[in-house]
């Protein structure tokens, strides 16, 4: 059965910094691409990065030089680091990876951006 738990979500000022973490289980983690999406209030779930086995990361426009995404595949984890967020940041984010056509989901982390 496959899992995926988010953490690292909260509140932080414009500016600043946060790290996502996606712990994942039941799947041989190294061999999937993993994905983070986020969904703001009265929004459509948009991909914000994803990366693949090997390690090769693309990025929605919006985060690019700001974001970055990284996995470790001893500790099956995949990270956002997410620097410079601004208001526009907020959402929940959510950790994804689709095995055999089914996406699974972790159950997302709030992240909040105020002054």
């Known amino acids: 059965q496959v899992q995926l738990v988010e953490s690292g979500g909260g509140l932080v000022q414009p500016g600043g910094s946060l790290r996502l973490s996606c712990a994942a289980s039941?799947?041989?983690?190294?061999?999937?691409?993993m994905g983070w999406y986020r969904q703001a209030p009265g929004k459509q779930r948009e991909l914000v990065a994803a990366?693949?086995?090997?390690?090769?990361?693309n990025y929605a426009d919006s985060v690019k030089g700001r974001f970055t995404i990284s996995r470790d595949n001893a500790k099956k984890t995949v990270y956002l680091q997410m620097n410079s967020l601004n208001p526009e940041d907020t959402a929940v984010y959510y950790c994804?990876?689709?095995?055999?056509?089914?996406?699974?989901w972790g159950q997302g982390t709030q992240v909040t951006v105020s002054s």
């Open positions: 990366i693949t086995s090997g390690g090769w990361a």
């Open positions: 994804n990876i689709k095995v055999d056509l089914v996406d699974f």
């Open positions: 039941g799947i041989i983690f190294s061999i999937y691409a």
